[in-house]
């Protein structure tokens, strides 16, 4: 309330203050006040004079005078600020140190201990007294001492053991009817008149797949293992699928190729999978044994593997995106046959820079002495071609 009061009576003081400034001080008003005089005559300026001496000052001196008076009514009610000084602080007192005192522990009834492996140091068994051995008694001999002496070495040559073919796993029973005997003749002779002697010295094991979609011999793999004389025996044939010699569109919406080139082969040692599924095709592929060849820059995809699902059932004809398909016993025993026994030493396929493509026609890579350029591989050999045991000179006649 007060406060409200103050700001009413500064107020008017300022306004009526402000007036009085004006008609007192202001130079152009007086000069005005003068002009009046002489213009409205001598009346008007005696009543400008006196209002300005009966009511502007003495208003102007009771302004501040009554506003002393209000400042000092406003903040008389507050009391003083008391200075209080703060008191010394007191001497920290160091108590001395004593030890503390042991605290009486409750008593626990202990467990019994847990029963640990200890380690026993075997203690040597007191020196018995020398005694008198008596007559019917044996005296232990001491140990005899080892025989120093150097083994004679004999220098005789030894022979030489002969090389040792792997044991070949006995075949699992057959799906599909197999060639005739003669026809067994046929093939294995086949086979040799199209290796070259680089090949059947430098590789142990044969495939032999006949790609044709008809015949005595087609659609199936023959397997042939190298005899220390350099015979060739046939292990195994089975029934195989191969490509579907078409053009098409694979699962991943491309355009791919489903054809198996014919040719000659090297398993990759990099790429053999117990487990594996096709990227394009989007199909199992197990039992993997991919071919090391490069086309045009590219590693290819093909490779000989097990069959599965309802595939199992299309051996014996063209069936596969271009792989070379068998059965799952049949590619699993392969497998585990190549990877076990026939790692070595290998002769590198011939290889064209200007295409990016390796040879696939048997050619091979030798240096600028002639000498065979050799890799770590497998001694396997590949050789598909499109050819079903058909007798042209038989069905001449």
């Given at each position: 309330?007060?406060?409200?009061?103050?700001?009413?009576?500064?107020?008017?003081?300022?306004s009526?203050f402000?007036?009085?400034?004006?008609?007192s001080?202001?130079?152009?008003?007086?000069?005005?006040?003068?002009?009046t005089?002489?213009?409205i005559?001598?009346?008007?300026?005696?009543t400008?004079?006196?209002?300005?001496?009966?009511?502007v000052?003495?208003?102007?001196?009771?302004?501040?005078?009554?506003?002393?008076?209000?400042y000092?009514?406003?903040f008389?009610?507050?009391?003083?600020?008391?200075?209080?000084?703060?008191?010394?602080?007191k001497?920290?007192?160091?108590a001395?140190?004593e030890p503390?005192?042991?605290k009486p522990?409750?008593?626990?009834?202990?467990?019994?201990?847990?029963?640990r492996?200890?380690?026993v140091?075997?203690?040597?068994a007191?020196?018995?007294?020398?005694?008198?051995?008596q007559?019917?008694?044996?005296?232990?001999?001491?140990?005899?001492k080892?025989?120093?002496?150097?083994?004679?070495i004999?220098?005789?040559p030894?022979?030489q053991?002969?090389?040792?073919?792997?044991?070949?796993?006995?075949?699992?029973?057959?799906?599909?009817?197999a060639?005739?005997?003669a026809?067994?003749?046929?093939?294995?002779?086949r086979?040799k008149?199209?290796?070259?002697?680089?090949?059947?010295?430098?590789?142990?094991?044969?495939?032999?797949v006949?790609?044709?979609?008809?015949?005595?011999?087609a659609?199936?793999?023959?397997?042939?293992?190298?005899?220390?004389?350099?015979?060739?025996?046939?292990?195994?044939n089975w029934?195989?699928?191969?490509?579907?010699?078409?053009?098409?569109?694979?699962?991943?919406?491309?355009?791919?190729?489903?054809f198996?080139?014919?040719?000659?082969?090297?398993i990759?040692?990099?790429?053999?999978?117990?487990?594996?599924?096709?990227?394009?095709?989007?199909?199992?592929?197990?039992?993997?044994?991919?071919?090391?060849?490069?086309?045009?820059?590219?590693?290819t995809?093909?490779?000989?593997?097990a069959a599965?699902?309802e595939?199992i059932?299309?051996?014996?004809?063209?069936s596969?995106?271009g792989?070379?398909?068998?059965?799952?016993?049949?590619a699993?025993l392969?497998?585990?046959?190549?990877?076990?026994?026939y790692?070595?030493?290998?002769?590198?396929?011939?290889?064209?820079?200007?295409?990016?493509?390796?040879?696939?026609?048997?050619?091979?890579?030798?240096?600028?002495a002639?000498?065979?350029?050799?890799?770590?591989?497998?001694?396997?050999?590949?050789?598909?071609?499109?050819?079903g045991?058909?007798?042209?000179?038989?069905?001449?006649?």
């Open positions: 309330m007060l406060v409200r009061q103050l700001s009413a009576f500064y107020l008017l003081s300022a009526v402000t007036i009085g400034i004006v008609l001080q202001h130079p152009t008003l007086n000069q005005a006040a003068k002009d005089t002489h213009a005559g001598h009346a008007t300026a005696v400008a004079v006196a209002l300005n001496d009966h009511v000052q003495p208003g102007w001196r009771w302004t501040k005078s009554e506003a002393g008076d209000l000092d009514r406003a008389s009610h507050r009391e003083p600020v008391r200075m209080v000084a703060k008191p010394a602080p001497p920290v007192q160091v001395k140190h503390p005192k042991a522990q409750p008593k626990v009834a202990t467990a019994a201990p847990a029963l492996p200890q380690i140091e075997p203690q040597l007191p020196k018995p007294e020398a005694a008198t051995p007559p019917d008694q044996q005296v232990a001999s001491a140990a005899p080892p025989d120093l002496t150097p083994p004679k004999s220098l005789a030894q022979a053991a002969p090389i040792a073919v792997p044991a070949m796993p006995p075949a699992p029973a057959a799906s599909a009817p060639p005739s005997p026809e067994l003749v046929r093939v294995t002779q086979l008149d199209s290796l070259t002697s680089e090949m059947l010295q430098h590789f142990e094991l044969f495939l032999y006949s790609k044709a979609d008809h015949g005595p011999w659609q199936r793999m023959y397997v042939f293992q190298k005899q220390p004389s350099g015979d060739l025996k046939l292990a195994y029934p195989v699928s191969t490509g579907r010699e078409l053009v098409e569109f694979a699962p991943n919406g491309s355009k791919q190729p489903s198996t080139p014919a040719g000659y082969y090297q990759d040692p990099e790429r053999m999978y117990t487990h594996y599924t096709s990227g394009q095709w989007h199909q199992p592929m197990p039992f993997a044994m991919f071919f090391n060849w490069e086309n045009h820059g590219f590693q995809g093909l490779a000989i593997h599965s699902g595939d059932s299309l051996l014996g004809q063209r596969s995106a792989c070379v398909r068998l059965a799952p016993e049949n699993r392969l497998f585990g046959l190549i990877r076990e026994n790692k070595g030493l290998v002769p590198k396929f011939a290889y064209d820079k200007r295409t990016a493509t390796m040879a696939n026609d048997g050619m091979m890579l030798h240096d600028t002639g000498n065979l350029e050799m890799t770590k591989g497998y001694k396997v050999l590949v050789f598909i071609e499109n050819y045991g058909e007798n042209v000179v038989a069905a001449l006649f």
